[in-house]
């Protein structure tokens, strides 16, 4: 069983405050995603890896910033917090592969700012 | 830009019945992936079914079928035999086939469907 956890299923933040959101994939996959859900709007990529070290922007990568020192590991920064941020955040990991189609997603994280 | 539409913010249906999700998409590309996803609350998003643009063949996976119609650029999911386990949000998505191993996807909006005992 693939297995995409993140390390808070709630978390409560004050604004202007440093946050980190940590997901770990036990699947070796090289692909590791960010997504921001919030209702009505669908899921919208915030940033994603392909390989440690590596990553690229997505849709709405405007006040966060990742990090992806070891290939299990991604972590999503938000610098300094604010109230527009609160939402539920979805880590998703996947093989890097022409043909390999599948997502697998950690259980989400819903972060309020106040 | 690749853009996939759900026009069904929300939808019912009875234990037992069938009911039909909709999804439209955009795109330019003629071979590309589509997916439905299901999230139930407060659990995590697993993949539900997906087809190939190239197969005219409709997938089906088990009580969940899909209904492709690639001219028309439409995407639906029809759930038989509803019980109340698919209650969830349904996520359509698309992936272009040749759009690099990084596998992006594009999601709908979402359907959050009940399921009425």
């Known amino acids: 069983d693939v297995k995409v956890t993140q390390s808070s299923r709630y978390l409560v933040k004050r604004t202007g405050e440093k946050v980190f959101l940590e997901c770990v994939q036990d699947?070796?996959?090289?692909?590791m995603f960010w997504y921001r859900q919030d209702p009505g709007l669908g899921l919208r990529l915030i940033y994603f890896?392909?390989?440690?070290?590596?990553?690229e922007k997505g849709d709405i990568p405007e006040g966060y910033s990742v990090s992806r020192e070891k290939k299990e590991r991604f972590s999503l920064i938000l610098e300094s917090a604010s109230t527009n941020q609160t939402s539920m955040y979805l880590c998703?990991?996947?093989?890097?592969?022409?043909?390999?189609?599948?997502?697998?997603f950690g259980p989400g994280t819903r972060l309020t700012v106040t | 830009a690749q853009t996939v539409t759900q026009s069904q913010p929300e939808m019912s249906v009875q234990e037992a019945e069938t009911v039909t999700l909709s999804c439209t998409y955009d795109?330019?590309?003629?071979?590309?992936?589509l997916f439905w996803y299901k999230q139930p609350p407060s659990r995590q998003m697993i993949l539900v079914i997906r087809?190939?643009?190239?197969?005219?063949q409709n997938a089906t996976e088990n009580r969940f079928s899909v209904n492709f119609q690639k001219a028309a650029k439409s995407f639906s999911l029809k759930i038989s035999d509803s019980q109340l386990g698919d209650a969830a949000m349904y996520f359509c998505?698309?992936?272009?086939?040749?759009?690099?191993?990084?596998?992006?996807?594009?999601f709908g909006t979402g359907t959050l469907l009940a399921v009425q005992p």
């Open positions: 998703a990991s996947s093989l890097l592969q022409e043909n390999s189609y599948e997502q697998y």
């Open positions: 699947m070796d996959h090289e692909n």
């Open positions: 890896s392909y390989d440690v070290k590596m990553k």
């Open positions: 795109t330019s590309e003629s071979d590309y992936y």
């Open positions: 087809q190939e643009a190239y197969k005219q």
């Open positions: 998505a698309y992936r272009p086939l040749y759009g690099g191993a990084t596998n992006k996807l594009i």
